[in-house]
């Protein structure tokens, strides 16, 4: 069975200051990567995904995030953190099949200093 | 389009009682899921259905859980003799089935509190 791990539970950056939240995945064959970030009081929202090709991803709010085969691992990377970016990050990988559904890791807490 | 919503946001019930949420997914989206979310944890899949059809259950989804989506529109997702290890929250996600694999996309969530 697949499994996604975030070995971060939290992280403090300040204002400004790069990030890198680190994934890694356990499936037997290609997966499909998603990172979702999630406000208080607000549903899960989808910052980039990748399927195949470029390894390198680009999503939106100016989030990157690439892909490494060989090490099984999908961060999530942003040049220069905004207040705004405080939220809870989640890494999910998705299976073929018929169902297709998300298998989440335990998240990631992103605390932005002024 | 105004996205995925949930009702109700939030519920708390007794130990023992029943409890029933809403979905209503995009409207052009035939498929849907159900999620569990725990306090500091990932959420975890449930259930999910192709238009009226649940294709697939988790075995995290008890007895005491019913989910039902009549005439592919709406979802609901019933707790029968709700247990305190019930408290979490409940995301519904829906995406369109078009080949590969579609984005899903998630309501707020409704929260239940078992006392």
């Known amino acids: 069975a697949q499994s996604v791990t975030q070995p971060d539970i939290h992280i403090t950056v300040s204002e400004g200051a790069s990030l890198e939240l680190r994934c890694n995945y356990s499936y037997g064959a290609t997966p499909y990567l998603f990172w979702y970030v999630q406000s208080p009081g607000q549903g899960l929202q989808l910052l980039l995904k990748?399927?195949?090709?470029?390894?390198l991803v680009q999503g939106i709010k100016g989030f990157e995030a690439e892909f490494k085969r060989s090490q099984s691992s999908f961060n999530l990377r942003k040049p220069s953190v905004h207040w705004s970016d405080a939220a809870e990050y989640f890494c999910?990988?998705?299976?073929?099949?018929?169902?297709?559904?998300?298998?989440f890791g335990s998240g990631t807490q992103l605390t932005v200093l002024p | 389009d105004t996205g995925v919503s949930q009702d109700p946001r939030h519920k708390i019930t007794k130990r023992g009682q029943n409890v029933t949420f809403r979905c209503d997914p995009i409207?052009?989206?035939?498929?849907l899921y159900w999620y569990r979310q725990t306090l500091g944890q990932g959420p975890e899949f449930l259930t999910y259905f192709q238009n009226e059809a649940q294709l697939e259950k988790s075995r995290l989804l008890s007895d005491r859980f019913s989910a039902e989506r009549p005439k592919g529109s709406f979802s609901t997702l019933e707790i029968q003799r709700t247990e305190q290890g019930d408290s979490a929250m409940y995301l519904c996600?829906?995406?369109?089935?078009?080949?590969?694999?579609?984005?899903?996309?998630f309501g707020p969530g409704t929260r239940l509190t078992v006392l």
């Open positions: 990748y399927f195949s090709g470029d390894t």
């Open positions: 996600a829906s995406s369109l089935r078009e080949g590969g694999y579609n984005e899903q996309f």
């Open positions: 999910a990988v998705g299976v073929s099949g018929s169902a297709r559904q998300l298998t």
């Open positions: 409207s052009e989206h035939n498929r």
